[in-house]
């Protein structure tokens, strides 16, 4: 399920920055870029995602900023001599009026040395990036629970609309046998005036009997009827249930399957192509549901 969520916290010298968002997938999976030096947060950091997210793409974006001290810097003394050195020799060579001044030495690459970004305290910092993360997660889990309703509307519909072709096809199954009845005796009447054959009545009792078998769909439809209140009923359940819905609606899809082969009715069959439409359209909301 898509979504996008983000947060800024500042604290005690520490700033951090989290952008979260989500793509549809059917597994979990954690894309993350954080600054230099907090990798070793990964692990944290997952568990804390997952509290959130069960199914789809996480891409993290952390950004940690630690105000500098003091101590964060030194003079790099050996590289400051030799560049004094070699300036006042460059200088002296090439008959250059120039005094080598400390502040153009300050300048010059390697003589301060930064230690901030070689120094990370993750332990230290992590209830503050701990709490950025919650926050970004808590911007996402709205967005995503706001999508789902619409969602969980849409199915609902879709289900409905189920439930109502499946009653027409309830409706027109038993007309099937009996029209594959009318029209074995009209050919049996006709093959008897033309060949002037005798057929009994148990045989065609018998064809008859044998066709209500074959095209029987009345275990299909109820079994379809079951997951229908199945999925209703998981659809309102806390816990995560988008892999139990996934397998319903595998369930519900075979047994409209049975349902147009055996019945072997062209209005049934037009009955059963919306069924697996409406379906078809829940099987791929399912693959955003936790």
């Not at 995602?49 to 500098?68: C, I, K, S």
């Not at 008959?95 to 970004?117: I, M, N």
């Not at 993360?133 to 309703?149: S, Y």
């Not at 998981?234 to 249930?241: N, P, T, V």
Request: with cysteine.
């Amino acid at each position: 399920m898509t979504g996008q969520g983000s947060a800024h916290v500042t604290e005690e010298g520490v700033s951090v920055a989290a952008e979260v968002r989500t793509v549809n997938s059917r597994y979990f999976k954690l894309a993350l870029r954080t600054s230099e030096g907090y990798g070793p947060l990964e692990p944290k950091i997952e568990e804390v995602v997952r509290r959130y997210v069960r199914r789809g793409t996480v891409q993290l974006d952390l950004r940690v900023e630690r105000q500098a001290a003091a101590d964060d810097f030194r003079l790099n003394e050996t590289a400051l001599a030799s560049y004094q050195r070699q300036l006042t020799e460059v200088a002296r060579k090439l008959k250059l009026d120039s005094q080598v001044t400390l502040e153009s030495l300050l300048a010059l690459p390697g003589v301060v040395d930064e230690r901030v970004s070689r120094n990370v305290d993750t332990d230290a910092e992590w209830p503050v990036v701990e709490r950025t993360l919650v926050q970004a997660l808590e911007g996402l889990t709205k967005m995503r629970t706001e999508e789902g309703t619409a969602m969980a509307t849409d199915m609902a519909a879709q289900c409905q609309s189920i439930g109502q072709a499946l009653d027409s096809v309830a409706q027109r199954a038993p007309l099937v046998t009996e029209g594959y009845r009318d029209r074995l005796t009209e050919r049996m009447n006709k093959l008897l005036a033309e060949f002037e054959v005798r057929v009994e009545a148990s045989d065609v009792i018998r064809e008859v009997g044998l066709f209500s078998e074959r095209s029987d769909i009345s275990e299909e439809v109820v079994r379809l009827r079951h997951h229908l209140e199945q999925f209703d009923a998981i659809m309102g359940l806390d816990e995560s249930s988008g892999r139990k819905l996934e397998f319903i609606t595998q369930e519900m899809f075979r047994e409209s399957n049975t349902i147009g082969s055996k019945a072997n009715d062209g209005e049934i069959g037009r009955h059963v192509i919306d069924i697996k439409a409406a379906i078809e359209r829940i099987r791929e909301m399912i693959q955003n549901v936790e």
